[in-house]
């Protein structure tokens, strides 16, 4: 089992990023994917998350109203679409894989992606 996320960089603040999480070695549509960030000298924690149904669960308010989240099944990946960017929203994004069902708890999830940098500053 393999994720891997992409897309991560440096923007300035109001611009957008779209990350990328591309899986191979398991069954893709039943996973619900999570994205979750680290911000330089904190603990990892959730933003956003599509079941396997399409729902999405957002773990960040405040990334409510910038930031969506999509699933294309045909090419196994999930999408994060990050507008408005704010300096806040500067970290790793990690991806991760939980059967069916989004969950709060970054434990449940058993697959990780390595993690990409974004950067917001001007």
């Known amino acids: 089992v393999q994720l891997q996320a992409s897309g991560g960089g440096l923007v300035q603040p109001g611009g957008s990023l779209r990350l990328s999480c591309a899986a191979s070695?398991?069954?893709?549509?039943?996973?619900?994917i999570g994205w979750f960030r680290q911000a330089p000298g904190k603990e990892r924690q959730g933003v956003l998350c599509?079941?396997?149904?399409?729902?999405?669960?957002y773990y960040d308010e405040s990334v409510k109203g910038r930031f969506t989240i999509s699933r294309d099944n045909a090419k196994n990946t999930v999408y994060l679409q990050m507008n408005s960017l704010k300096p806040e929203d500067t970290g790793v994004y990690y991806c991760?894989?939980?059967?069916?069902?989004?969950?709060?708890?970054?434990?449940?999830?058993?697959?990780w992606g390595q993690g990409t940098l974004v950067t917001v500053s001007s």
């Open positions: 070695g398991f069954r893709f549509d039943v996973q619900a």
């Open positions: 599509i079941s396997s149904s399409g729902s999405s669960t």
């Open positions: 991760a894989a939980n059967r069916w069902v989004c969950r709060s708890l970054q434990k449940e999830y058993a697959y």
